[in-house]
């Protein structure tokens, strides 16, 4: 029983959880939900999912330590005919929460929370 809990802890550790992020349009009010993934203490991963307006996008995050209870990071994430969604954002050491803004190549503004 051990080995079998060793086995599935070092296989999640090994791929990554997968966690979700909001994405709520300041213009609109509607809100997104995108899944990401995080490989484990790297602080990068792959975001993917379509957004309320049906729109798939994915792209990568890379969060940054710095020696202060804050992270900082970025995301880029694209869509079909040239969408771009480009976001930075702050997460918190103490409970890997965070928020941060991002603004579409369309010129509308999000608030990101996760």
Do not use: P
């Not at 809100?31 to 307006?53: C, E, I, P, Q």
């Not at 702050?90 to 928020?99: A, F, I, P, Y």
């Amino acid at each position: 029983m051990k080995k079998a809990t060793f086995l599935v802890l070092l296989l999640a550790l090994q791929c990554g959880a997968a966690s979700k992020v909001r994405l709520y349009n300041l213009q609109t009010g509607a809100m997104s939900t995108l899944v990401y993934k995080n490989r484990f203490w790297s602080g990068h991963g792959s975001v993917s999912r379509h957004m309320a307006d049906g729109r798939l996008v994915s792209g990568e995050f890379k969060t940054i330590a710095t020696r202060t209870q804050e992270q900082h990071g970025n995301a880029i994430l694209t869509g079909a005919g040239g969408f771009i969604i480009d976001c930075e954002y702050t997460v918190s050491t103490l409970d890997s929460h965070g928020s941060g803004v991002c603004t579409d190549s369309e010129g509308i503004r999000y608030r990101l929370i996760f």
